[in-house]
């Protein structure tokens, strides 16, 4: 069982910048890829971005250039470097993991981009 807990969420001006954290516990030792989700209220759930244990990443096109994942793997940590928000990036972001047949997902974090 893997347990993720996300961080950094809050309200923020148009062109602000935000750093999302998901720390994960329990059985992580074999989690091969790490990112974030997100939804907004009536819309579609996406991907935003992923990263993997080569370190290699895909990011959504909405986001490409103003958001970058990283990883700490001795923490145990993701991180979501948001710059540049937009009001349009409002919405409630999720932390996911996977392993070898299993998906796990955190709680959510509210991100508001508003003046």
């Known amino acids: 069982q893997v347990q993720l807990v996300e961080s950094g969420g809050g309200l923020v001006q148009p062109g602000g910048s935000l750093r999302l954290s998901c720390a994960a516990s329990?059985?992580?030792?074999?989690?091969?890829?790490m990112g974030w989700y997100r939804q907004a209220p009536g819309k579609q759930r996406e991907l935003v971005a992923v990263?993997?244990?080569?370190?290699?990443?895909n990011y959504a096109d909405s986001v490409k250039g103003r958001f970058t994942i990283s990883r700490d793997n001795a923490k145990n940590t993701v991180y979501l470097q948001m710059n540049s928000l937009k009001p349009e990036d409002t919405a409630v972001y999720y932390c996911?993991?996977?392993?070898?047949?299993?998906?796990?997902w955190g709680q959510g974090t509210q991100v508001t981009v508003s003046s």
């Open positions: 996911y993991a996977a392993n070898l047949g299993n998906d796990y």
């Open positions: 329990g059985s992580i030792f074999s989690i091969y890829a």
């Open positions: 990263i993997r244990t080569g370190r290699s990443t």
